[in-house]
């Protein structure tokens, strides 16, 4: 078999450091599982040391996964290494990863420690972690800014302290891809212990180069590359998941390497990060772009009619883009609606079977055909639902071009019925601003989007809200063939997540 390259995912640890991208721990949760599906190697899912909610949302994670190795990131602290531990000792395959920069602008100016100080407390804690368990993997953050020689050294006792891997991060974006061939190679030559490591990299997309970057590292001899979903992380990003997995899927002749990334489910992977984050993918996204597919002008329709090859390097297909095919209707029992969530990789349990099923008859009512899209949007939001404090009942709304919008509605809310009337700026606005006079509290309405998940008049609407209040962004979600109905869904939620969330955050504290 040929070698393997180890797929890192930082989706729930970089990928989080974005602004708007954090998620709570039900979200968590449900794309720690999906990376599992995606079949990662290994899943970052928080930095332990910075909150005790990261710290619980770690450790639900590393208690619910089974095939994937589950690390906490922790600084060169004592304390951080012993909250990491604690976060991932529950996981079949628990990793710590530590980290310390090594260039001499982060010593100096942000550690205010020496080159000696700083090799001397990586060495130290790389053994204090060993104490926990052997897996344990060593960045020198701000690497491509570092000295060579010094990463040699501190590489080299970092690995006869026990680190099992080895990161070279470029944590700015500064380098090239011909700069970071050369800069491994040399660090190897000076580092023999390295070759009884994994070489990982970590690459920032601050010049656009986070993929080009992994790539040629990989051909200087690493063997395990960090990436997050659709791109996200600290400031620009981080090298893209689905962008590297298919350039190694789709290049084997320059790249003959084994990787484990089940690409099938990338377009689902996704789809379910934009879901949770509200951050949605630009149309012209490499793989999992809306347009990355598409094809628009008549001599390359003219050439994919006669041989889709003539414009296409890769199918849809194997990314999990499927045809959109039909899969059940109204008249599908829970039996047939449950194999084809097993079809599609979902496992449920029976709560959220049941939740989900009654979800699918609510759509199969109104649509007249059920795709699979569908049943990824109806199944991916039921699994973030969160309790429902609020329960919306019915809305009316008047609403016209020479008229004031009025909205009527109807919430449930500890076991009554709460009704209010309020006008506004359309229907939406109207009905927003009567759920407010409910919720009893004024909240700043953020952001606010439509999508179709499907094409067609009957297309299921996607509605996103944010909201802001103290500070916290709250992202809600609703679905329905009504934009309307679908908006008023998503404003609920939202207020309930941040009810969620602030009762989790007293509970923590
Ligand atoms: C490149 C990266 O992505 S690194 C990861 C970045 N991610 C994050 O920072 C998100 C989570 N961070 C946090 O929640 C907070 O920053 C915490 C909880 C970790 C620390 O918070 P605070 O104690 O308030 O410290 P603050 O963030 O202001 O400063 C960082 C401190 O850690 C020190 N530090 C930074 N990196 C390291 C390291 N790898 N090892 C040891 N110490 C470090 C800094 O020198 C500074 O120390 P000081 O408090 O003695 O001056
Ligand atoms: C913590 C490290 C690996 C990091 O995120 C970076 O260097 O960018
Ligand atoms: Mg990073």
Same mark, same amino acid.
């Given at each position: 078999m040929s070698k393997l390259i180890k797929i890192f995912d930082t989706t729930l640890r970089d990928g989080e450091q974005s602004p708007g991208c954090s998620m709570n721990l039900k979200e968590k949760l449900q794309l720690a599982r999906q990376l599992e599906r995606l079949n990662v190697d290994i899943i970052e899912a928080g930095f332990a040391a910075a909150s005790p909610g990261d710290l619980l949302a770690i450790k639900e994670v590393a208690g619910v996964i089974e095939n994937t190795t589950v690390a906490s990131l922790a600084r060169t602290h004592k304390d951080d290494i012993d909250k990491a531990w604690e976060a991932v000792k529950d996981a079949v395959s628990p990793r710590i990863h530590t980290f310390i920069a090594t260039s001499p602008i982060h010593m100096e100016y942000k550690l205010k420690m020496s080159p000696e100080a700083v090799m001397d407390r990586a060495e130290e804690m790389v053994k204090y972690a060993k104490k926990y368990l052997s897996n344990i993997e060593f960045s020198a953050e701000d690497a491509t800014r570092s000295d060579?020689?010094?990463?040699?050294?501190i590489f080299t006792?970092?690995?006869?302290?026990?680190?099992?891997?080895?990161n070279i991060p470029d944590t700015v974006g500064y380098t090239t891809p011909e700069e970071y061939y050369d800069f491994i190679s040399k660090i190897r030559s000076k580092c023999p212990a390295l070759d009884k490591v994994d070489i990982s990299?970590?690459?920032?997309?601050?010049?656009?180069l986070g993929v080009a970057n992994s790539l040629a590292a990989i051909r200087a001899g690493a063997t395990q590359i960090e990436c997050t979903i659709n791109g996200i992380g600290?400031?620009?990003?981080?090298?893209?998941?689905?962008?590297?997995?298919?350039?190694l899927n789709t290049r084997k002749d320059i790249y003959p390497y084994t990787v484990n990334i089940d690409t099938k489910q990338i377009m689902r992977s996704s789809e379910l990060l934009s879901s949770i984050t509200g951050v949605k993918v630009q149309p012209n996204k490499a793989i999992v772009g809306a347009n990355a597919f598409a094809h628009e002008s008549g001599i390359h329709q003219h050439g994919v009619l006669n041989n889709k090859e003539t414009y296409e390097i890769m199918t849809p297909e194997s990314i999990g883009l499927h045809e959109n !095919? $039909? &899969?059940?209707?109204?008249?599908?029992?829970?039996?047939?609606?449950?194999? !084809? $969530? &097993?079809?599609?990789?979902?496992?449920?349990?029976?709560?959220?079977?049941?939740?989900?099923?009654?979800?699918?008859?609510?759509?199969?009512?109104?649509?007249?055909?059920?795709?699979?899209?569908?049943?990824?949007a109806i199944?991916?939001?039921?699994?973030?639902a969160v309790p429902k404090e609020f329960e919306l009942e019915r809305f009316v709304i008047n609403s016209g071009n020479t008229i004031t919008s009025t909205a009527i509605v109807n919430i449930r809310t500890n076991n009554r019925t709460?009704?209010?009337?309020a006008t506004g700026d359309g229907p939406i606005d109207a009905a927003f601003k009567a759920i407010e006079k409910i919720v009893g509290r004024k909240l700043k309405l953020e952001d606010w989007s439509m999508d179709a998940v499907t094409e067609g008049k009957d297309a299921l609407g996607d509605?996103?809200?944010k909201l802001r209040d103290n500070g916290h962004v709250y992202i809600g979600r609703g679905l329905s063939t009504d934009i309307v109905e679908a908006s008023v869904k998503a404003y609920v939620n939202a207020v309930n997540k941040m009810k969620f969330e602030e009762k989790q955050e007293q509970e923590i504290s």
């Open positions: 060579v020689d010094f990463l040699a050294k006792r970092v690995i006869n302290a026990g680190a099992t891997t080895i990299v970590h690459c920032h997309n601050d010049l656009g600290e400031r620009a990003g981080n090298a893209s998941l689905e962008e590297i997995a298919m350039v !095919k $039909l &899969v059940l209707g109204k008249h599908s029992g829970k039996h047939a609606f449950n194999d !084809k $969530l &097993v079809a599609m990789g979902y496992n449920l349990d029976k709560e959220e079977l049941a939740a989900a099923f009654t979800r699918f008859k609510e759509v199969a009512d109104k649509k007249k055909e059920v795709h699979e899209r569908d049943i990824d199944v991916s939001r039921q699994n973030i709460v009704e209010k009337v509605a996103t809200v």
